[in-house]
């Protein structure tokens, strides 16, 4: 059965009095796979996924490329980059903003999660091989992105820089979803799915025509306009139609012991980032 088509299901995994269970999640309750229904305020979050990889595209939403290059002409095809296995991160999990750094921005994203061996197939073919879906926020340290070469290694591959949840979601059909991302309760990101500039098909396809996709990987598919900074304290939450609500809070931590390395610059080149380009996005694409 394809990944869009019903009954809708919702798999979480969490712990409960000190154990890991998967748990089934309808309308506000969670039932253990030993059968027990249990309150969802009695348990912790853990990531729904075990992945191998954490791909992601680059700019796949029209008002985020504006908002990059002040182009509206999309990109022949696209480009991406990975994240290493130990950025996935729970639903209340916390994101870390180390001392010295000013520029840790949001990303709210569908999250795609491969639920078969998954190589040289064609779009038609990807629904058949997903999991399901997932909110998801694809954190980002712009104050290292004056390093790496573009591969956004330590910008985007911090611990914990990918929640993904609360759960995976299939049986609904994830291209009539729109996106929600809300800091301290204000709507600060929304786009469409259907305004990605690659589908979800196109890009699981695109990924497996030379890399071996296993249950469990995650693909990130990309987010809107409006990715900015966030501060200690906040709660950023994003929210999926049908997917459900991911909600995460920013600590801090101290500053990295050692001091070799490039070190976290406020450059034009960072602050284009991570702040964006309000003065060339047109209102109505300013969400």
């Known amino acids: 059965m394809s990944v869009l088509d019903g009954p809708r299901t919702e798999l979480r995994h969490v ?8 748990a089934t999640y309808d ?12 309150a969802e305020r009695d348990v912790r979050y853990l990531p729904p996924c075990n992945p191998t990889k954490i791909l992601c595209i680059h700019l796949n939403y029209q008002s985020r490329l504006y908002e990059f290059t002040g182009a509206n002409k999309p990109p022949v095809t696209p480009t991406y980059f990975q994240k290493p296995v130990t950025a ?5 999990g916390e994101l870390v903003r180390p001392e010295g750094y000013q520029y840790l921005n949001y990303e709210g994203e569908v999250a795609a999660i491969i639920g078969k061996v998954t190589r040289n197939i064609t779009p038609d073919q990807v629904w058949d091989h997903l999991r399901g879906f997932a909110a998801g926020n694809d954190v980002g340290l712009q104050d290292m992105r004056d390093t790496d070469a573009g591969s956004m290694l330590r910008v985007k591959g911090g611990d914990g820089f990918c929640p993904v949840g609360p759960g995976i979601v299939s049986g609904i059909d994830i291209r009539k979803s729109s996106l929600r991302t809300y800091r301290n309760g204000r709507l600060v ?5 259907s305004d990605m500039l690659f589908g979800i098909d196109y890009i699981v396809a695109d990924l497996a025509r030379h890399i071996t996709l296993v249950p469990g990987d995650v693909i990130m598919t990309g987010t809107p306009a409006n990715s900015r900074p966030m501060e200690v304290g906040d ?3 994003v929210e999926v139609t049908g997917l459900g609500r991911l909600g995460n809070r920013v600590v801090a931590s101290p500053s990295p012991r050692a001091t070799v390395g490039h070190q976290p610059t406020d450059s034009d ?15 109505d694409l300013k969400k």
């Not at 996935?88 to 209340?92: G, L, R, T, V, Y």
């Not at 990101?189 to 799915?193: C, S």
């Not at 080149?269 to 209102?283: K, M, S, Y």
């Open 27 to 38: 309308n506000g309750e969670l039932r253990l796979n030993d059968g027990r229904l249990v």
């Open 88 to 92: 996935i991160n729970a639903h209340n």
């Open 269 to 283: 080149a960072v602050r284009r980032v991570a702040l964006g380009n309000d003065d060339r996005l047109p209102a």
């Open 189 to 193: 990101q929304e786009g469409a799915v």
């Open 15 to 22: 712990i409960y009095g000190g154990s890991a269970y998967w």
């Open 235 to 237: 709660l950023i939450e």
